[in-house]
């Protein structure tokens, strides 16, 4: 009985042990997880003026700078990221930098200049997230 009772500590303490070294494995470096949330931010205020037909040329082409600037902290946020990745970045900021450029003024537009920089975010993601 008391060995059973110790066995479920120990596994009690294993368990705790390891969600804590997870935790503080995770919090490391938090930068690169708050880099990709912000522009899931943007991305997300983007798709909710789509959604309302809200397409505000000033506001969306805010947002399409915003997650311009973010891109360009991808390189320093993930620094030991392979060749690969580094590229991807970079078309990312090139798409950006075009939609961007276009200032969409409507939610058609919007949504045609999106369409690349969607089509970067998924790559990325489908390789290395
Ligand atoms: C060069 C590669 C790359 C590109 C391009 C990229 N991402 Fe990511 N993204 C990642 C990686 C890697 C993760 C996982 C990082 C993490 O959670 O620590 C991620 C995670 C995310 C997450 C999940 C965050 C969470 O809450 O877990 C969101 C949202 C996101 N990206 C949005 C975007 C959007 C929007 C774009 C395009 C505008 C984009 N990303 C482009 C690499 C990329």
New binding site residues.
Partial sequence: MRAALLIVLGLAIGIIGTVFTMRALDERNPL??AV??T??FH?HQLQEALKGQHCDATANLAQLQH?QMI?GD?PAA?LDAPQQ?QD??S??RSA?QTAAQSAPADCPAMTAALKP??G??K???QQ??
Avoid: Q, S, Y
């Fill in positions: 690169p997880h990709m949330v522009m899931g991305r997650m891109a991808i993930f990745f991807l970045a078309h990312l950006l920089v969607d970067v975010c790559e990325c993601h290395f997230r």
